[in-house]
């Protein structure tokens, strides 16, 4: 059988932070965020090439940032004001149009049969369908294959914007195979589970796909790290970032889905509070083909499951297995997923920084609004017993919950300060379609009137609206003066 010529284009999101340029990622004080949007690659894409070329399809990947500028220099930031606007070398015009001329030459020369472009993020899910266009006109007949979480959610407005042939619904490793053998096999995709399609103008959502329930039998993504240039990612984030988490090559997702159902969060969508887990071996083997590929630079890993500490006999065995591994570690997880013991084995293996999302301190709130089982006691107890054991807890909360009130925030403030948990950070609300909080925003704001609560032009994200915070400029004016206090407390304890 014929192989199909197949090119996944990767880094379509880090160019439209480059071309669409939304407020206010090119502000001097977000650099170190901004960087990371711009090499960081899309594992999901990675997951998806890995399993493909395991299975005897090869793919030409495309990395329409990480390729074109690979020279650390070139996201140096020579301005020192927070608020000023870059003037890094890869904020000029012609960065954006350097990437966008290496995408279009290489459709051009390698003329693929099949093109395969993640749609994940609603902050560019706009300017992303408008780049799919891009790519349908010069593509000249191929097949254009879309995947990730906004495609997902929303697989009739990306195929009813006419430039799309495929949709792959929820995790894509299984379904591009197929979807590949049968496109080369002349096969139609009738049947065919896990995707949404075009058809003589129609437009068909075949069966879900069932998840796939043992993880363990997909390579992990980091057997394609040569294809997607994660070596170059490493080096250059290591050097503007030493600390940083979440740098290609010393980061890895353990688990799969949540079981909570929290309001403003999508996975419950996505996983309908389903957790699968690789098994304690497969991430030991992450972890030293990690250490033997990216060595030097960045020496924290990464596990950025939603809840790491969930299982505990599964995670007594990773701690079991780290020994002899040259990191630090950095989680994420639940406030009752920790206990006492669990915290002292941490910080007995090199865990350094434990993220809690707390969201509010806010009892009625966290119960009735955020839907989170968590008492503000739990949250409190168990960032505190992190501090003790010699890690960083860090917590994160949510400004313009329904419900809550700015004194109510300024209390949660005086509580982090009680406590000395001023590594926290606030975030304005922000909700898009498929979250039970955005039904919530859908009856509080008219459709004629949602405009002007988008994220920014190309976003498919709202702030929120609510009773304290009525419009955006007054939700995101008070978001930065709670993180203001927050900072000056960390920095200058009493003074704030």
């Not at 199909?4 to 001097?28: F, H, N, Q």
């Not at 000395?420 to 004629?448: H, I, S, W």
């Amino acid at each position: 059988m014929t192989r199909l010529k197949t090119l996944l284009i990767s880094d379509t999101a880090a160019l439209g932070v480059m071309e669409a340029r939304p407020e206010p990622a090119w502000r001097v004080r977000l650099t170190g965020l901004r960087n990371k949007e711009l090499l960081a690659p899309d594992y999901g894409a990675m997951h998806v090439v890995a399993n493909l070329e395991a299975a005897g399809h090869p793919v030409r990947v495309v990395n329409v940032v990480a390729d074109v500028h690979g020279e650390t220099r070139l996201f140096d930031e020579p301005n020192t004001d927070p608020d000023a606007h870059s003037g890094s070398l890869v904020a000029a015009a012609g960065a954006a149009e350097a990437s966008r001329g290496y995408l279009f030459r290489a459709l051009d020369e390698y003329r693929p049969d099949v093109v395969f472009v993640t749609l994940s993020t609603y902050n560019l899910a706009l300017y992303s369908r408008r780049l799919l266009a891009g790519i349908r006109e010069a593509l000249l007949g191929g097949t254009l294959v879309t995947g990730g979480v906004y495609s997902t959610m929303h697989p009739d407005e990306v195929l009813s914007d006419g430039h799309v042939d495929v949709v792959v619904r929820g995790e894509g490793e299984v379904t591009a195979l197929e979807l590949l053998s049968r496109l080369e096999a002349g096969r139609d995709l009738d049947g065919l589970p896990g995707i949404s399609y075009r058809s003589d103008g129609d437009i068909f959502h075949n069966a879900v796909r069932p998840p796939v329930r043992d993880l363990d039998v997909l390579p992990h993504p980091y057997t394609v790290s040569d294809a997607f240039n994660i070596s170059r990612r490493f080096e250059i984030l290591s050097e503007l970032l030493p600390h940083g988490d979440w740098i290609p090559g010393a980061g890895f997702l353990t688990s799969r889905g949540c079981p909570e159902a929290c309001a403003f969060c999508l996975d419950p969508a996505l996983n309908n509070g389903r957790v699968r887990f690789h098994s304690p071996s497969y991430v030991r083997e992450v972890l030293e083909y990690c250490a033997g590929r990216f060595s030097g630079g960045a020496g924290a890993f990464f596990f950025g499951d939603a809840t790491f500490t969930m299982n505990h006999k599964r995670l007594a065995k990773i701690l079991d297995m780290l020994g002899g591994l040259p990191y630090t570690y950095q989680i994420q997880t639940r406030a009752d997923y920790l206990d006492r013991h669990i915290i002292a084995r941490l910080a007995g293996c090199g865990f350094t920084n434990v993220a809690i999302g707390a969201e509010s301190f806010n009892e009625e709130i966290l119960a009735r609004v955020v839907r989170k089982r968590l008492e503000v006691d739990d949250v409190i107890e168990a960032a505190t017993a992190v501090r003790r054991a010699g890690m960083e807890p860090v917590l994160t909360f949510i400004v313009g919950l329904p419900g809550e009130t700015a004194e109510s925030v300024w209390r949660t403030v005086g509580i982090l300060k009680e406590h000395g948990l001023t590594c926290a950070t606030f975030f304005p609300l922000v909700v898009f379609k498929g979250t039970a909080l955005f039904e919530e925003f859908a009856r509080r704001v008219p459709a004629a009137d949602r405009e002007r609560f988008r994220l920014n032009p190309v976003s498919e994200e709202f702030l929120f609206s609510s009773e304290a915070f009525p419009t955006p400029e007054e939700l995101t004016g008070f978001t930065e003066k709670v993180n203001k206090a927050v900072m000056d407390e960390r920095l200058t304890p009493g003074a704030a």
